[in-house]
């Protein structure tokens, strides 16, 4: 879907670039045991799941039976990096997912981002 709207509006790029980000992560995360756990516990308290590296990190250890795939998450790990999380008084900058800052987001960087969730779709387990 992301594919044909970028195609019929180009600039549409910096507002779909999110919206990739995150079936990038929901994606790999079928693969993981944080797959289908729920949001939150009996007492009501949130379910930590993991994100960004530390989601292709448990996605790289629990699928070391599949070396393929491993790999592809190896070079996923470009679209991601270890933050500290700040701390602001809204919240705006405390997601720790794709690496590059808003205003840095291109096309190019669109392209690939879409490309590598082609390459990796055939092991989630959607």
Same mark, same amino acid.
């Given at each position: 879907?992301?594919?044909?709207?970028?195609?019929?509006?180009?600039?549409?790029?910096?507002?779909?670039?999110?919206?990739?980000?995150? &079936?990038?992560?929901?994606?790999?995360?079928?693969?993981?045991?944080?797959?289908?756990?729920?949001?939150?516990?009996?007492?009501?308290?949130?379910?930590?799941?993991?994100?960004?590296?530390?989601?292709?990190?448990?996605?790289?250890?629990?699928?070391?039976?599949?070396?393929? &795939?491993?790999?592809?998450?190896?070079?996923?790990?470009?679209?991601?990096?270890?933050?500290?999380?700040?701390?602001?008084?809204?919240?705006?900058?405390?997601?720790?997912?794709?690496?590059?800052?808003?205003?840095?987001?291109?096309?190019?960087?669109?392209?690939?981002?879409?490309?590598?969730?082609?390459?990796?779709?055939?092991?989630?387990?959607?």
């Amino acid at each position: 879907m992301a594919q044909s709207i970028y195609k019929k509006f180009p600039e549409s790029y910096s507002i779909l670039t999110p919206f990739a980000y995150s &079936y990038l992560e929901e994606m790999i995360r079928t693969t993981t045991s944080d797959y289908e756990l729920p949001l939150f516990d009996r007492d009501k308290q949130p379910v930590k799941v993991s994100v960004g590296m530390a989601l292709i990190a448990l996605a790289i250890k629990e699928n070391q039976n599949n070396p393929d &795939y491993v790999a592809l998450l190896e070079q996923a790990k470009r679209h991601f990096k270890y933050t500290q999380i700040s701390i602001d008084e809204n919240g705006r900058n405390s997601v720790m997912h794709g690496r590059i800052h808003p205003r840095f987001w291109t096309k190019e960087s669109f392209e690939q981002l879409i490309h590598d969730i082609a390459v990796l779709s055939k092991y989630s387990r959607f």
